[in-house]
């Protein structure tokens, strides 16, 4: 049985490497077209597939879900795996028709994920039929610790008040405060700490974190994609960045790397961190839907999502993958949060289109500084 598996490895890694051999060349290969976050996998997960199947990947990466909803609601994508996250995006095009039903006899790897995760991302996908679970977090403040503490000593570095007191915000904007560009992943923190309902759609509520965000713009330095935000808290450009969890632990390991003294650190806001999961779908139109049931089903094996983890530092969904994470990444609670940690999130809700609209106008005034 050993000795089949390994013929069998080794038979996929050959036709892994032949693939620029010209007898293969005159057979149409295989694609995978895939549209991910930026910084979200392991490069080696992504060669290991191509490796052991034949399929070539072809890789596009977005920073926002606005970017992403930009993208599919155009239709005829061309994509065969998106990475949407539960809500907004991923429930609201389960309900739309724009993803394919998953096809669980393609995926024997699907029991491996934790089924208390599952049924929590049922409230936005009943009977999980549309979507796998990839990685989750939060939304909360990259810090650059070794400023923070010399700039503003008795800084409250446990609450969204660091970023939101105009007057915190004051003290920090030379040292560079950066705010992820999305409405849909940054409003419903900002009416949390509010003491709000972050997924209210009343028209004084949205007015209320409008106001609250225009009070702080003269003081932030940019509103800009994720994954600028990764790189430049990484350099020591920020001192305070509202963005995801995983993004600040990496920028975090980039900066630690690089010893030039910058020290980043995560918090989850105290007053409730909003908790998201990203979703491993297949939008209705994708050109390889089987391929696609495959790299699931592939990305799902414990041994990959570990190496996923250990490199975008988000945790997965997997529970026999949690031993193989590296220690200290694995212990990080603003890696994998502790159950009181995650009492103290909240999850989002879908929108009506007309709230939706409204909160993109907001954003767009707030980017403005009107
Ligand atoms: C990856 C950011 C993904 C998290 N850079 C957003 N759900």
């Known amino acids: 049985m050993l000795r089949r598996r390994i013929a069998t490895a080794a038979f996929a890694a050959l036709l892994g490497l032949s693939a620029a051999m010209p007898a293969r060349a005159q057979q149409p290969e295989t694609v995978l077209n895939v549209y991910n976050w930026s910084d979200y996998i392991d490069p080696y997960a992504v060669a290991q597939f191509q490796q052991e199947t034949g399929i070539r ?5 977005y920073d926002s879900l606005e970017t992403l909803e930009g993208k599919l609601s155009a239709g005829r994508s061309g994509y065969d795996i998106i990475v949407p996250t539960s809500e907004p995006t991923f429930s609201r095009l389960a309900r739309a028709g724009a993803l394919k039903p998953l096809d669980r006899a393609l995926i024997p790897n ?5 089924a208390t995760l599952l049924r929590q991302v049922e409230s936005s996908d009943p009977g999980n039929r549309f979507g796998a679970i990839y990685l989750y977090g939060t939304v909360g403040l990259g810090i650059r610790a070794d400023r923070v503490r010399e700039l503003f000593p008795d800084a ?5 008040d ?14 560079g405060i950066a705010v992820m560009d999305s409405a849909t992943d940054v409003l419903p923190s900002i009416l949390q700490w509010l003491g709000r309902d972050p997924n209210s759609t009343e028209p004084r509520d949205l007015r209320a974190a409008e106001d609250a965000l225009t009070a702080i713009r003269p003081h932030v330095r940019a509103i800009t994609a ?23 632990i990496q920028a975090q390991a980039r900066a630690r790397e690089a010893k030039r003294g910058v020290e980043i ?3 989850a806001p105290k007053e409730g961190a909003q908790l998201w999961f990203d979703m491993l779908a297949i939008p209705a139109d994708a050109p390889h839907p089987e391929a696609a049931h495959r790299f699931i089903d592939f990305l799902l094996q414990p041994a990959v999502m570990a190496g996923i983890t250990n490199h975008v530092r988000y945790p997965n969904a997997v529970p026999e993958a949690r031993p193989m994470v590296n220690p200290a990444v694995r212990d990080d609670p603003d890696v994998y949060p502790t159950p009181e940690m995650l009492k103290r999130t909240f999850t989002t809700a879908p929108l009506t289109p007309a709230a939706e609209r409204a909160r ?5 005034r707030f980017k403005a500084g009107r």
């Open 110 to 114: 699907w029991g491996k994920q934790d």
């Open 265 to 267: 650190g995560y918090v």
């Open 360 to 364: 993109s106008r907001s954003w767009s």
């Open 162 to 175: 660091l970023l939101m007191k105009p007057e915190n915000a004051r003290r920090l904007a030379r040292c």
């Open 57 to 61: 990947i072809r890789y596009d990466v």
């Open 156 to 160: 409250p570095t446990d609450s969204l």
């Open 226 to 248: 994720s994954g600028n935000i990764l790189d430049a808290l990484a350099n020591g450009e920020y001192c305070v960045a509202l963005t995801y969890s995983g993004d600040v």
